[in-house]
Each structure stands twice: as C-alpha cells, then as structure tokens.
C-alpha cells in the first residue's frame, strides 16, 4: 500500500502504469467493481478472527502473473500471499472480468460505431467499408494431456497450440475473439466454426451499408491473410497498389497480437494451466482489459459507449 496506494506513494503513476499495465484509476474501478460483485474480493476475517487479504492484493498478485508471466509461488515474497491463494486470485480475477465487463468490452460495433469505424480506415487505409483485419494466433499448451497432443500440434508450431481468432481495428480495438479451436486447424478451417461466421449466415452480424467507387454495399468486410492471400503475382500497376494498401491495412491485427503479447508476458509463454476453460478465461480476460485500456487512455474510436445503443 505504501508502494502504489497512500497518499504520498513510493512510486509515481508512470510506474504503476508500466508495472500494471493500466493506469490507478482503472485498477481501482476494476477493484472496486469486483468487490461489489464478488465475496471472494472482499476483506474478510477468517476463522482466527484475523482479516485476509484485501481486493488490492488479490487483484495485484493476479496482475503481476498475467502481467510478467511469472508461477504462481513468484508473490509469496513480495506480496506475502501463498501458491494456493495466488492461483484461486488469478482464477477468480479472469472469471469476475468476463462477467463484469464482457458484455461491454467484447460486443459488437453498433451502427454508430461502424460508421465511425469506416471513416477512420477510409482515412488511414484508403479502403471504404472495412470493419477490420481477421487472423488467428496460436497460444502454446504445455500442460496438454498426452492423448490429446496431436490433435492440438501442427507441423509449424513448436508443440500443441490452441487457437485464437480476432477482429481488429485500426485502434487495436478487438471487436470479435473466437478461442478455443485445436491447434491443428488452419485459419479457414477456425473461421469456418467461428460465431462470427453464423452470425452473419443467420443475419445477426451488425449492418451498415458504404459506396466504394459509386457501388452500393449493404454490409462492410473483413480483411485476411495467411490462406486468403490477395494478388500474389499482381500484372499490372493498380492491382500492384491494391496489394500494397491490403496487405499494409490488414497488419492492424497483427499489431494487435503484438500488443496484447508484450503487454500481458503470461501470453507470452507455453501455457501451464491443465484445463482448457481456465486458458479461455484467461484470454478473454486479456482481450477485454486491453480494450479496457484503450478506452481509459482514450485511444478507442468508439468512445462512450452507450448500452441502450448497442444489439
């Protein structure tokens, strides 16, 4: 407390920002969200009379895991807090950020948005309608079950992986995260599986029409890489710009990647959890604290959301 929450701290906000990765007021929302939300945050006696640990503590011994990748017996020393509180902390802190934040932080665009959405990469890219840039990223398993090893190993990865697959934006902002597929699909074969495919086979995918070149279009698009290459022998000079402009459009989701992977080390590195849900939760609570950040830094395009406004 000394260090990062009296009134006269040890550290300035510049280090808590680098150390936490978010800055003191989103932490504290966060903590004070969870603590409204969850008894497992709250400061409780336990059966000695003697008070636990408080929500700060059980949400900076999960952010220093996520954060620098570390085991979980890492905060013993600085933190004071057992392996075995460390590890429920952590489980619990991805578990409360999905269900207090998810509904806002991983939604869809609204119409609003996507006309906003529109107007920045028509600006940046040169390209009306785009959404965003689609890829997937493999997250290295090391604790997968032997029986299950080679349906989650692919030839070009190190050893078994399970899938992500995002939407990005110009901002980095993740608008769709799909995780889950088994390592040796490629990114057709996750695309295919993925609820962003049948929501827009069944018609729920948000709608916002745009003209590119005096055509009319009623829905916007997703730019690719990997298996759905553009031109790769383009003939002439215009099919050789278009091949320029997509392929530098479509690296915001890899800058995405990038920033999620320095940010969170944890991401970083072969994954030791046993199960596949508490990957899923700590993924998702990734993706949702970095569109967290965005917004608190006011980086987002679509800033100030509003509920009501949304599907």
């Not at 020393?77 to 057992?82: F, G, N, P, S, T």
């Not at 690719?224 to 459009?249: H, L, M, W």
Request: a neutral charge; aromatic letters at 14%.
């Amino acid at each position: 407390m000394k260090d990062y929450f009296d009134e006269a701290p040890t550290f300035s906000n510049e280090f808590f920002r680098h150390r936490f990765r978010m800055s003191k007021r989103l932490f504290l929302r966060i903590v004070d969200d969870l603590e409204a939300n969850y008894d497992y945050f709250k400061q409780k006696p336990d059966a000695r009379g003697a008070l636990g640990f408080t929500g700060i503590q059980k949400c900076t011994s999960a952010l220093r895991i996520l954060a620098y990748g570390n085991t979980t017996d890492i905060n013993d020393e600085y933190l004071k807090i057992a392996e075995k509180t460390t590890r429920d902390s952590l489980e619990h802190f991805c578990r409360g950020i999905i269900d207090v934040y998810g509904a806002r932080y991983l939604r869809t665009p609204t119409w609003d948005g996507l006309q906003k959405i529109y107007e920045v990469h028509n600006a940046e890219h040169g390209l009306p309608g785009m959404i965003g840039s689609i890829d997937c990223m493999h997250w290295r398993w090391d604790n997968c079950p032997t029986a299950w090893r080679g349906q989650h190993t692919r030839g070009d990865q190190k050893g078994p992986t399970i899938i992500l697959q995002a939407v990005a934006s110009h901002d980095l902002w993740v608008w769709s995260a799909y995780f889950g597929v088994v390592g040796s699909c490629n990114d057709i074969n996750v695309f295919e599986q993925s609820p962003l495919l049948e929501e827009w086979i069944s018609g729920k995918a948000p709608k916002a029409s745009f003209y590119a070149n005096g055509n009319y279009y009623p829905h916007g698009y997703y730019l690719s890489d990997g298996i759905c290459n553009t031109y790769s022998d383009p003939i002439d000079e215009k099919r050789a710009y278009f091949k320029k402009v997509q392929e530098y459009s479509r690296k915001d989701i890899e800058r995405c990647f990038g920033v999620l992977k320095q940010r969170w080390q944890y991401l970083r590195n072969p994954c030791r959890a046993w199960s596949k849900q508490k990957m899923r939760d700590a993924m998702y609570a990734y993706i949702i604290m970095h569109n967290m950040i965005l917004e608190d830094e006011g980086k987002a395009i679509c800033q100030n959301y509003m509920p009501e406004a949304g599907h």
